[in-house]
């Protein structure tokens, strides 16, 4: 009986504690990027769906000669907390509407859908005022594009 106590008393403690510190996070962020995963800057919203696995789609708008280039950036994050800041690394694709020239001259242009990732480190006050800088590189037609960015939001 006493190592039935003990163990239900063990579950009571580990899930108010995980309780308590997922309270603290919050779960939505909403930002701006620039550079990053879709090209030249994006707005984004990201939100936790379990505990450490966030999805994120953001969205960029392009005027470019007669044409506006449309940039769609979707993907998956695992996060690791420190606190109120953490480490992310995560997966996924960027859809453009029309070439973007990645690098000088038009060396390194991609449109279509480009895999991508992200390894990010994300400070974030208690207020929610949250600011990153990221590593965001592209695979495109068998070719690794590094790139990366910065970026400014709130989370809530």
Not at 5 to 11: E, F, S
């Given at each position: 009986?006493?190592?039935?106590?003990?163990?239900?008393?063990?579950?009571?403690?580990?899930?108010?504690?995980?309780?308590?510190?997922?309270?603290?996070?919050?779960s939505n962020?909403?930002?701006?990027?620039?550079?990053?995963?879709?090209?030249?800057?994006s707005i984004n919203y990201d939100r936790v769906l379990w505990s450490n696995i966030s999805a994120r789609g953001g969205m960029m708008l392009l005027p470019s000669d007669s044409k506006l280039i449309t940039s769609v950036p979707l993907l998956m994050?695992?996060?690791?907390?420190?606190?109120?800041?953490?480490?992310?690394?995560?997966?996924?694709?960027?859809?453009?509407?029309?070439?973007l020239n990645f690098g000088?001259?038009?060396?390194?242009?991609?449109?279509?859908?480009i895999f991508t990732g992200v390894i990010s480190y994300c400070f974030q006050t208690e207020s929610g005022i949250n600011?990153?800088?990221?590593?965001t590189p592209f695979y495109y037609n068998q070719e690794f594009?590094?790139?990366?960015?910065?970026?400014?939001?709130?989370?809530f």
């Open positions: 009986m006493k190592q039935y106590i003990h163990i239900i008393l063990l579950i009571f403690i580990f899930t108010s504690i995980s309780t308590s510190t997922a309270q603290t996070r919050k962020n909403i930002f701006l990027e620039i550079f990053g995963n879709a090209g030249a800057y994050n695992y996060r690791l907390y420190i606190g109120n800041n953490y480490l992310e690394v995560g997966l996924g694709a960027t859809f453009f509407s029309s070439s000088k001259l038009g060396e390194k242009t991609a449109e279509g859908k600011a990153r800088i990221s590593f594009i590094p790139f990366g960015g910065f970026s400014f939001g709130y989370s």
